[in-house]
């Protein structure tokens, strides 16, 4: 017991649990005290000690019956539960469809005296269909599927309906008919369980065998792969990546102050000392930059957006002027909503309130709207930054409206999270919207997010 309680710990770490050798040895102690004889307090003892975390419960719950049994009910015995005259019609009836489908005798014979499937059936089966091959859990129904068709479920079934179909032309009744099929629908289910079962622990095992794989930097996963854990894990660990750029950021203004020699500004400072140049003036090298974003928060780009938006106003104090607007198919102002809240709570409800939809993106229609609505928040000291995947839906991109943003403002860049290896294929107006951009950034990943916006604070 001590050894599948190890492998069941190691399987759960390699789905993701944390869980430290103390808490193991809590894990020993508890059984210890505890006993295995009732599953409930077994099972509520190692959940108690090696779940910290509600979301980590799922994953227990999902392997503890592949390490220590299901606890389905036995498998029954079915002529065992008849009359004499009904199992004598039965094992006529049987005899005669077996005939037919001689392939499936042994398996309809485990289904009649209820026993299950032994190892050796399981293994070899689980050999031709490629158990031992598997990579992960995700594959676990695949291979179900894959064991069923080998053990021949899905014509058990049908030989199902031919035996009471045979019974009722041998003149048994409806009731005992019924009573058979039950039975026989049940073992077949806890046939199927036992492979279900088969399979889940063979991967679980194969899990708790093999090496944990290291897990990839956040920063370093792609915005599209991310699942909802890592997610939250980057929304935490924004906070301390805005602090880090801050603090680059203020150590660039720190530098500027020693620029090169300003002999205009030092000329008219020292007019008061008769034009000696006493008091050396510097040129000023940084400037705060004038943001005006315009995000795609489309389902494909929704992360990618949240991201930047939380990332650009946790560093407030680094931007003289942040103007924000979210679109699908048209645009919409968010500045005031971060204006009035946090910006983590501000990012919920702009996400809550705007929606993704299906197949209607439009950007060429957001810029129209920009343009006709909200043209005085650019002039010559605005950097215009559109994040967006260039995919249009097939509407019109509005190239003149990107060409005329980019003349009233100090640049246009563009954020896209694809490679340019994917740009001008299917819907995409990216090739066609990037000569007009005066740069453009790939940010698939919270790195290279977090590297484009410290490269435009730092070119203010």
């Not at 999902?62 to 606890?71: A, D, K, R, V």
């Not at 498998?75 to 005669?96: H, V, W």
């Not at 002999?263 to 008219?268: A, E, L, S, V």
């Not at 008061?272 to 780009?301: A, F, N």
Request: overall charge negative; aromatic content about 6%; charged content about 25%.
């Amino acid at each position: 017991m001590d050894k599948r309680m190890v492998d069941f710990i190691r399987a759960l770490r390699a789905a993701g649990v944390r869980i430290s050798l103390a808490e193991t040895q809590d894990a020993m102690y508890g059984v210890e005290n505890v006993g295995v004889g009732d599953r409930k307090f077994f099972s509520s003892t190692l959940k108690a000690t090696l779940v910290k975390e509600m979301r980590d419960q799922q994953t227990f719950e999902y392997f503890f019956p592949l390490f220590f049994g299901s606890g389905q009910p036995p498998m029954q015995d079915i002529p065992g539960n008849l009359s004499s005259e009904d199992q004598k019609t039965l094992r006529e009836a049987l005899q005669s469809l077996m005939g037919n489908m001689q392939a499936l005798r042994d398996l309809l014979n485990q289904l009649m005296q209820g026993q299950r499937f032994s190892q050796d059936q399981l293994d070899q089966m689980g050999q031709q269909s490629g158990v031992p091959q598997a990579g992960d859990m995700s594959q676990r129904q695949w291979f179900e599927r894959r064991m069923n068709r080998q053990a021949g479920m899905q014509q058990l079934q049908e030989m199902i309906e031919q035996l009471m179909q045979q019974l009722e032309e041998m003149g048994m009744s409806a009731e005992a008919r019924q009573e058979i099929r039950e039975m026989m629908e049940q073992n077949a289910e806890g046939l199927s369980e036992q492979i279900s079962q088969y399979v889940g622990a063979s991967l679980a095992q194969q899990m708790a065998d093999s090496e944990p794989k290291p897990k990839p930097d956040l920063l370093d996963v792609p915005f599209d792969h991310l699942g909802q854990d890592e997610a939250d894990a980057i929304r935490d660990e924004i906070k301390r990546l805005a602090a880090r750029l801050r603090s680059r950021a203020s150590l660039r203004q720190k530098k500027s102050k020693d620029g090169s020699p300003d002999p205009r500004k030092t000329m008219r400072s020292n007019m008061r000392y008769g034009g000696i140049p006493i008091e050396i003036k510097y040129k000023t090298r940084h400037v705060k930059p004038c943001l005006v974003l315009i995000c795609d928060i489309s389902t494909s780009m929704r992360y990618c957006a949240e991201f930047l938006l939380t990332l650009i106003y946790e560093l407030q104090d680094q931007v003289a002027r942040t103007n924000s607007f979210v679109f699908i198919n048209d645009l919409t102002d968010i500045s005031m909503v971060f204006n009035e809240e946090q910006p983590r709570d501000a990012i919920g409800h702009v996400l809550t309130d705007n929606r993704p939809g299906y197949y209607n993106t439009d950007l060429g229609n957001s810029l129209n709207t920009l343009c006709e609505d909200h043209m005085s928040c650019v002039d010559h000291r605005t950097t215009i930054i559109i994040l967006g995947d260039g995919r249009n839906n097939y509407n019109d991109p509005r190239l003149d409206l990107a060409q005329d943003l980019k003349r009233r403002a100090r640049r246009l860049i563009w954020f896209n999270p694809e490679s340019p290896g994917q740009w001008g294929s299917a819907d995409s107006d990216m090739h066609r919207y990037a000569p007009l951009a005066s740069d453009v950034f790939k940010v698939s990943n919270l790195r290279e997010l977090a590297a484009a916006v410290d490269q435009i604070l730092s070119n203010g």
